[in-house]
Nanobody, 116 residues
Framework: QVQLVESGGGLVQAGGSLRLSCSAS????????MGWYRQAPGKQRELVAW???????MYADSVKGRFTISRDNANNTVYLQMNALKPEDTALYYC??????????WGQGTQVTVSS
């Protein structure tokens, strides 16, 4: 079964940057549209960025212009470069497929905390 492992989170001041990584144990990335999701306390999980197998990307309005998603299919890794971070970006960040069909289990996520 595919396992997803997120890393790279941390505590950063507003305006700072972080780069998240998501590694998979199987060759899921090369054929699937992958997304980065986040869940803040008391809120539902939301999709903030996604990237197709061919490299096309889309972003939620809340992060457009500040976040950049990329992927390395050879190494089964997806990245999220986050710049100009805001306190409202504070959340637990996860990666997973965008489609729910054949979606692997959610990983532990990586915590991002932005202080004002």
């Amino acid at each position: 079964q595919v396992q997803l492992v997120e890393s790279g989170g941390g505590l950063v001041q507003a305006g700072g940057s972080l780069r998240l990584s998501c590694s998979a144990s199987g060759r899921i990335f090369s054929i699937k549209t992958m997304g980065w999701y986040r869940q803040a306390p008391g809120k539902q999980r939301e999709l903030v960025a996604w990237i197709t197998s061919g490299g096309g990307s889309m972003y939620a309005d809340s992060v457009k212009g500040r976040f950049t998603i990329s992927r390395d299919n050879a190494n089964n890794t997806v990245y999220l470069q986050m710049n100009a971070l805001k306190p409202e970006d504070t959340a637990l960040y996860y990666c997973n497929t965008v489609t729910t069909i054949g979606r692997p289990p959610w990983g532990q996520g990586t915590q991002v905390t932005v202080s004002s």
